[in-house]
């Protein structure tokens, strides 16, 4: 059975899903159903992942023969191993012939290789968009950042998070390591304070937060954008999950 997360209204819909709600009985339904191609996309990603790993071990065994200049094939290739064996080398013709037939036979294996990676690299993206993508928009949107503002955010925080072996969301600091903070806390402290201009005016995000009444009062976790810039990336995650703020 699907599962159906019921909302009283469409405005009360999550924009990610907004394509995937049906109206029913006065309800807004969404269906698990449309998000089976996550699924469908790991098998097949695995798939693919075999599939390169046989080709790449197929393509070295060849490596050595690039020397050829040319490809032959691979009956032709024993053949002339037999010969060698045998004390009679083949005359130049049939060498340049068997040569050609390699180059061939490679480049075939290369082309392959490659479609084989391209197909690869659109599941990854495809994989990447339903359980990285998708989410952190809901999650920014509840922090309060716009919606007309959330493409924006998507590409400005690109190389901020990434996926672990288990799926699990994970916010990177500015050297690529684990910042040691949520998602949820990256938009509504760090981010906020780095790009203020893309939140609502109001202040107030769908996770509940409250305008800001402080604004000109200096407290103890308010510091200069100067001070700030001394610190490490995980003195940095630790000031702003204490719901430290950055003035100037």
């Given at each position: 059975?699907?599962?159906?997360?019921l909302?009283?209204?469409?405005?009360?819909?999550?924009?990610?899903?907004?394509?995937?709600?049906?109206?029913r009985?006065?309800k807004?339904?969404?269906?698990?159903?449309p998000?089976?191609?996550?699924?469908?996309t790991?098998?097949?990603?695995?798939?693919?992942?075999?599939?390169l790993?046989?080709?790449?071990?197929?393509l070295?065994?060849?490596?050595?023969?690039?020397?050829?200049?040319?490809e032959?094939?691979i009956?032709?290739?024993?053949e002339l191993r037999?010969?060698k064996?045998q004390g009679?080398?083949l005359a130049?013709?049939e060498?340049?012939?068997?040569?050609?037939?390699?180059?061939?036979?490679?480049d075939?294996?290369s082309?392959?290789?490659?479609a084989?990676?391209?197909?690869?690299t659109a599941?990854?993206?495809?994989?990447?968009?339903?359980?990285?993508?998708?989410?952190?928009?809901?999650?920014?949107?509840k922090?309060g950042?716009?919606?007309?503002?959330?493409?924006?955010?998507?590409l400005d925080?690109?190389k901020?998070?990434?996926?672990?072996?288990?799926?699990?969301i994970?916010?990177?600091?500015d050297?690529?390591d684990d910042?040691?903070?949520t998602?949820?806390?990256?938009?509504?402290?760090?981010?906020?304070?780095q790009?203020?201009?893309?939140y609502?005016?109001?202040?107030?995000?769908g996770?509940?937060a409250?305008?800001?009444t402080?604004?000109g009062?200096?407290?103890?976790?308010?510091?200069t954008?100067?001070?700030?810039?001394?610190?490490?990336?995980q003195?940095?995650a630790a000031?702003?999950?204490?719901g430290g703020?950055?003035?100037?």
């Amino acid at each position: 059975m699907p599962v159906e997360i019921l909302y009283e209204s469409r405005d009360a819909v999550p924009e990610s899903l907004a394509s995937h709600v049906v109206e029913r009985d006065g309800k807004f339904v969404f269906q698990a159903e449309p998000l089976s191609v996550v699924s469908e996309t790991q098998s097949k990603l695995k798939k693919l992942r075999a599939d390169l790993d046989a080709k790449a071990a197929a393509l070295g065994k060849y490596g050595k023969l690039n020397e050829l200049g040319d490809e032959l094939d691979i009956d032709e290739l024993l053949e002339l191993r037999e010969l060698k064996k045998q004390g009679k080398p083949l005359a130049p013709d049939e060498k340049s012939d068997i040569e050609r037939q390699y180059r061939k036979q490679l480049d075939k294996l290369s082309n392959d290789l490659k479609a084989r990676d391209e197909g690869l690299t659109a599941a990854q993206r495809e994989l990447q968009h339903y359980k990285l993508t998708v989410p952190l928009r809901d999650i920014a949107a509840k922090a309060g950042v716009g919606t007309n503002n959330l493409d924006l955010m998507v590409l400005d925080t690109a190389k901020r998070f990434k996926l672990d072996e288990t799926g699990k969301i994970i916010v990177l600091d500015d050297d690529g390591d684990d910042a040691g903070i949520t998602p949820k806390d990256f938009f509504e402290k760090l981010y906020k304070a780095q790009r203020p201009n893309l939140y609502d005016a109001t202040g107030a995000g769908g996770s509940g937060a409250k305008p800001d009444t402080t604004a000109g009062k200096t407290s103890a976790k308010t510091i200069t954008r100067a001070a700030e810039s001394q610190m490490t990336p995980q003195e940095k995650a630790a000031f702003y999950r204490d719901g430290g703020t950055v003035s100037g």
